[in-house]
């Protein structure tokens, strides 16, 4: 069982409360009509489902509802840090 | 070379203190193979099978990171049915069942299939419909399918509550007289003997850490036993697909999460078939030995760690028991979870990819040991004619780019 830190309630709390929501930092490509169909298949279907420290994004849906950034591993599921959601927008930035 | 299995082998090594050869060697890699097949699960040592057999391709390499069948063919709770409601689905899984129909002796190894029988219950009128409108598309395919209503399955099945003041009464079921279940390591095991015996060399405890490519080309694998070179790969590895894929340069439309089950004490036969519900989510069988083996769902986030979260396995235990109230003293045994591969329409990925001699069969989620001997069926043609078996075309992985999905989702009514 995990025990999530809310940025936002800034209480950590039992996994129960919150909601896993997939991979972080999938932006919707900014002209879609431009785009080919690979690069929308990307963008919609795939992922990079990352064996290691995973950036992903949670709610905490029976709190205050709101979204936010986690790191954690796939291998250990050890959370290395939240962040709410604008504090960064990819991987690398800080 | 391996003896044939039979009653007069087993009357003879009965008498002689147990004296069996073993069933695979333990042998190194060589250097080059025609294929490789990489991940010894139950679906990559059956295409390594059918190459063999029906291909004409013999000089094969299996190549397991840990022991075969450990994955998720040893871990599954072993549901086989076809009862799904797309043609391309069902036509696929139809496939691997009537494989599965002959499959004991065709790899003279006792897989233990059991057509017990399969129950798809319903517990809302929409439920129902959808299990109509399911067992109309299996009729027309095919595929052996009835509606039963709440009656008939008391009947049947006497310790199930199908009392109208059930938190989710039963309504009614689907029901495959032909599916049921079958002996998880014993599949793997049958068909590792068995692509042995015709020349496969079965390699346990190496792991690919690197695939190579040479100008879009798959030229072989790094492996912790060293380099081997194949112009032709199938990778075959579940929960670990895109990891390989990754070494490959390649992404996937999937990802892995853990799936759990556990199984109780044993106990004197009470279960005689396999139920499973949807809406409630939970599925259960009593395994030969005696134990009951549930299944649960799958977490949302995810991971490589083959363990999940205790809420998940808590509300399958609930899911069973407001069926069958008589289990809530059963004590449980034993809990575990594997990496399942999960597609967005989830069906699986049978095909080529970009990197020239390069294949994937992946994506088969949390639903793909009923069609092991099928999937190594289609993916054996494929690789040996570098072209898709028929059967395999729709799982092209083209289809999230055309947008020519197989949605399986909540269509076939059932996770497994
Ligand atoms: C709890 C649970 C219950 C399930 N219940 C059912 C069910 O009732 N009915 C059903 O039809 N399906 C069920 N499934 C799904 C089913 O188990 C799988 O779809 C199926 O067994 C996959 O077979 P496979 O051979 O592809 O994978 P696996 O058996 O997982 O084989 C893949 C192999 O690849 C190896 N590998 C990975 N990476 C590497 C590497 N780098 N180098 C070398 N080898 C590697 C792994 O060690 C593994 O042995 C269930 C799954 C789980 C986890
Ligand atoms: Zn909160």
Redesign the pocket.
């Known amino acids: 069982m995990l025990l999530i830190h809310c940025p936002y309630c800034k209480e950590s709390r039992d996994q129960s409360e919150f909601s896993p929501a997939g991979e972080a930092f999938i932006a919707r490509p900014k002209s879609p009509e431009g785009i080919s169909d690979e690069e929308w298949a990307d963008y919609v279907f795939y992922r990079t489902n990352h064996k290691g420290n995973h950036w992903e994004q949670w709610v905490h849906s029976n709190g205050c509802r709101k979204y936010f950034l986690v790191e954690r591993s796939t291998i250990s599921h050890q959370i290395l840090q939240v962040a709410p959601f604008g504090a960064r927008n990819s991987e690398t930035e800080l | 070379m391996q003896k044939k299995y039979s009653w007069y082998s087993l009357l003879k090594a009965g008498l002689s203190g147990q004296d069996w050869d073993q069933a695979i060697p333990l042998i190194q890699p060589k250097s080059k193979y025609d294929v490789i097949i990489?991940?010894?699960?139950?679906?990559?040592?059956a295409t390594a099978y059918y190459l063999a057999k029906e291909c004409g391709i013999n000089n094969v390499a299996v190549?397991?990171?840990?022991y075969?069948?450990?994955?998720?063919?040893?871990?599954?709770?072993?549901?086989?049915r076809s009862n799904y409601l797309r043609d391309e689905a069902s036509s696929l899984y139809e496939h691997a069942l009537k494989l599965w129909e002959g499959i004991s002796e065709d790899l003279n190894f006792n897989v233990m299939f059991s057509q017990r029988g399969v129950y798809n219950l319903g517990h809302s009128l929409q439920n129902m419909r959808d299990i109509e409108r399911r067992v109309n598309a299996n009729v027309l395919n095919g595929v052996d399918a009835v509606v039963v209503d709440a009656n008939e399955i008391k009947q049947q099945i006497p310790i199930i509550n199908t009392s109208k003041n059930a938190r989710y009464p039963i309504m009614g079921a689907s029901y495959q007289s032909r599916g049921g279940v079958a002996r998880h390591d014993g599949i793997?095991w049958g068909f590792a003997r068995a692509a042995s015996m015709l020349g496969v060399d079965i390699i346990q405890d190496?792991?690919?850490?690197d695939i190579e490519v040479e100008e879009g080309r798959v030229k072989g694998v790094k492996?912790t036993k060293g380099e081997i070179m194949a112009d032709r790969i199938g990778c075959?590895?579940?929960?670990?697909s895109s990891?390989?894929a990754k070494m490959a340069g390649l992404r996937l439309p999937i990802e892995s999460h853990p799936?759990?089950?556990f199984v109780s004490e044993a106990m004197k036969p009470v279960l005689h078939t396999v139920v499973m519900s949807n809406a409630v989510h939970g599925?259960i069988s009593q395994s030969d030995k005696g134990d009951l083996v549930i299944?649960?769902g799958i977490d949302g986030y995810n991971s490589y760690a083959q363990r999940g979260s205790t809420k998940i396995v808590e509300h399958a235990a609930a899911a069973i028991l407001e069926l069958f109230p008589i289990f809530s003293r059963v004590r449980m045994n034993r809990q575990?979870?594997?990496?399942?591969d999960v597609c967005p329409d989830a069906c699986p990925i049978i095909s080529p990819t970009n990197v020239e001699g390069l294949y994937f069969?992946?994506g088969?989620?949390?639903?793909?040991?009923?069609?092991?001997p099928g999937?190594g069926h289609v993916f054996a043609h494929t690789i040996a004619q570098d072209k898709q078996h028929p059967l395999a075309e729709p799982f092209h992985i083209d289809r999230f780019k055309t947008g020519a999905l197989i949605d399986e989702h909540g269509a076939a009514g059932v996770a497994?």
């Not at chain 2, 088969?364 to 092991?372: C, R």
Request: hydrophobic share 35%; glycine share 28%.
């Open positions: 990489i991940g010894g699960g139950g679906h990559g040592l190549v397991e990171k840990g075969i069948g450990g994955g998720n063919t040893g871990r599954n709770t072993t549901i086989i793997a190496c792991e690919v850490i492996t075959v590895s579940a929960g670990h990891v390989l799936l759990q089950a599925y299944g649960a575990w979870g594997g990496i399942v069969n992946c088969w989620g949390t639903g793909g040991f009923k069609a092991t999937s497994h």
